[in-house]
């Protein structure tokens, strides 16, 4: 008698793209325009998340491509029948409204992309930090560097929910002890910030299995736990400085977290949680 093989372990994935230029052309002034390789349409988001079991994601609205229009996200987000949720790009005035409508579609996150626009940027962002914490939207940050220090009262005070992109984007170089990462660290406490474990490949200065990076993760996980942490791949991998392929990245995960359940919690538990994804 045949044993049956075990039922894959189950996995979100919370931070991917979707291009889909023929729909939904580029905008003219976007900062950055993928080239066809880094295009990602919903239709080859899916099958890549079917592939690697794979059974949601959460779709983040791009500075690159599309800037401030939405629409390809929520498009994505309406034909996946619940696969999706969504982070967006809006204007650091929008309303209350704009932020509602939004959210009835399928968005739990607004995109403050620092390390792309800069701190100076976000500076007049507390009205609308504000507007998230009442609605119980994310705030998700993309700093890197010391870019954190500057902008930490005003995302602490806020109240905001906080999730922080791609292990906070520090200089592997400067240790675990550099302004920025302990400034991230420092809001593990809050009780409502997350970090993804991402992005290692824009951050590392050595190939994979990116060694200089190990430092960092474990420190997050000391920090933050699994209860707050959740895996990302950043699929179609945009101007990446070498390749990258998703099955690596889960293997990756492995390595640096090897406790089973410690993983579970992160590519699972955590993201289903805190997003509200459905069975």
Not at 54 to 68: D, Q, T
Request: aromatic share 8%.
């Amino acid at each position: 008698m045949t044993t049956a093989a075990p039922t894959p372990p189950a996995l979100i994935d919370c931070h991917v793209h979707v291009f889909d230029p023929v729909r939904f052309p580029y905008a003219p002034d976007a900062w950055y325009t993928p080239v066809p390789a880094e295009t990602g349409t919903p239709e080859q988001l899916g099958h890549v998340l079917d592939a690697h079991g794979v059974r949601h994601a959460l779709l983040v609205g791009p500075n690159s491509g599309y800037g401030l229009d939405n629409r390809c996200l929520l498009d994505t987000i309406a034909r996946g029948q619940g696969r999706y949720k969504g982070v967006a790009v809006v204007r650091n005035d929008a309303s209350r409204a704009e932020l509602q409508d939004l959210q009835a579609a399928g968005v739990v996150g607004i995109a403050f992309n620092v390390a792309l626009l800069g701190v100076d940027f976000y500076r007049d962002t507390g009205p609308l930090l504000e507007r998230l914490r009442e609605l119980g939207l994310w705030a998700q940050v993309q700093v890197q560097d010391d870019q954190l220090v500057p902008l930490l009262p005003l995302l602490r005070e806020s109240g905001a929910r906080l999730l922080f992109d791609h292990l906070g984007r520090p200089a592997p170089a400067a240790g675990v002890g550099q302004a920025g990462f302990a400034a991230l660290l420092s809001l593990a406490g809050t009780g409502r910030a997350c970090v993804k474990l991402s992005g290692c490949v824009k951050v590392s200065q050595q190939a994979y299995p990116h060694a200089d990076l190990r430092p960092h993760v474990q420190a997050l996980v000391d920090a933050f736990t699994p209860q707050s942490l959740v895996w990302a791949s950043d699929w179609p991998f945009l101007r990446a400085p070498s390749r990258v392929d998703y099955g690596p990245l889960l293997a990756l995960l492995a390595q640096q977290v090897p406790n089973a359940t410690a993983r579970r919690a992160i590519l699972w538990d955590t993201p289903r949680r805190l997003f509200g994804f459905g069975d």
